[in-house]
């Protein structure tokens, strides 16, 4: 079974500050993708950053970036310079033929 | 500006009481799909499609239906709907298919379904 855990039900970070939140998968499969999603309190589900497993590089948008460790099946988001509308649910998700989502890190960023 | 359309993005409902939530998206997309988020759980897939006239299961299809009859419109069907569908849920679309390199879901804003 393809299955995605988030760890981290909830975390906290200082506004300016760097938080990592976890993720890790299991799969037997060699080709997919990972995503992280967040949903700030609109609901709305924004893509933040997505990986191709056979890409070794870690994938990099601006503050956000990744530490994609494909040996240990772990996939996870580092925030740099936190700030108050980060805050949010993150969602990771895991892709072969279909997406399977985390149950999500809810992450308060404090001024 | 392209989307993903959800109606409506609220309902109150009760047990039995027949409703559909539709779904548009104007890019074109050939893959769609439908998600429930419940807390603890994330967001699990109720049904997809790959593209016209095909439809899938996916892990929670139970008491839902859909249909693709057009290449823009996904709608979600709940036939006699009960009180532990009670969700909020979510249409999205890609431009392919999961295992494509055009796979980046697009989601639509959600619908907050209550069934009393």
């Known amino acids: 079974a393809q299955t995605v855990t988030q760890s981290q039900p909830e975390m906290s970070v200082q506004e300016a500050e760097t938080v990592t939140l976890s993720c890790t998968y299991d799969?037997?499969?060699?080709?997919?993708?990972l995503f992280w999603y967040k949903q700030p309190p609109s609901r709305q589900m924004i893509l933040v950053i997505r990986?191709?497993?056979?890409?070794?590089q870690n994938a990099t948008e601006n503050r956000f970036s990744v530490n994609f460790q494909k040996a240990a099946k772990s996939f996870s988001l580092k925030i740099s310079d936190s700030q108050l509308g980060d805050t949010a649910m993150y969602f990771c998700?895991?892709?072969?033929?279909?997406?399977?989502f985390g149950a999500g890190t809810r992450l308060t960023v404090k001024p | 500006e392209a989307q993903v359309t959800q109606n409506p993005r609220y309902l109150i409902t009760v047990t039995g009481k027949k409703l559909t939530v539709t779904c548009s998206q104007n890019?074109?997309?050939?893959?769609m799909s439908w998600y429930r988020q419940d807390p603890g759980l994330g967001l699990r897939q109720i049904y997809y499609?790959?593209?016209?006239?095909?439809?899938d299961k996916g892990d929670v299809p139970e008491g839902y239906k859909v249909s693709r009859k057009e290449k823009r419109n996904f709608p979600l069907i709940l036939e006699s709907p009960s009180p532990n569908q009670t969700s909020l849920y979510f249409c999205?679309?890609?431009?392919?298919?999961?295992?494509?390199?055009?796979?980046?879901?697009?989601f639509g804003a959600g619908s907050r379904l209550t069934v009393l």
């Open positions: 999205a679309s890609s431009l392919g298919s999961p295992f494509s390199g055009a796979n980046v879901l697009t």
């Open positions: 799969t037997s499969e060699n080709n997919y993708y």
């Open positions: 990986q191709e497993a056979y890409k070794q």
């Open positions: 998700a895991f892709m072969v033929d279909d997406m399977r």
């Open positions: 890019m074109n997309h050939e893959y």
């Open positions: 499609s790959m593209n016209v006239e095909v439809t």
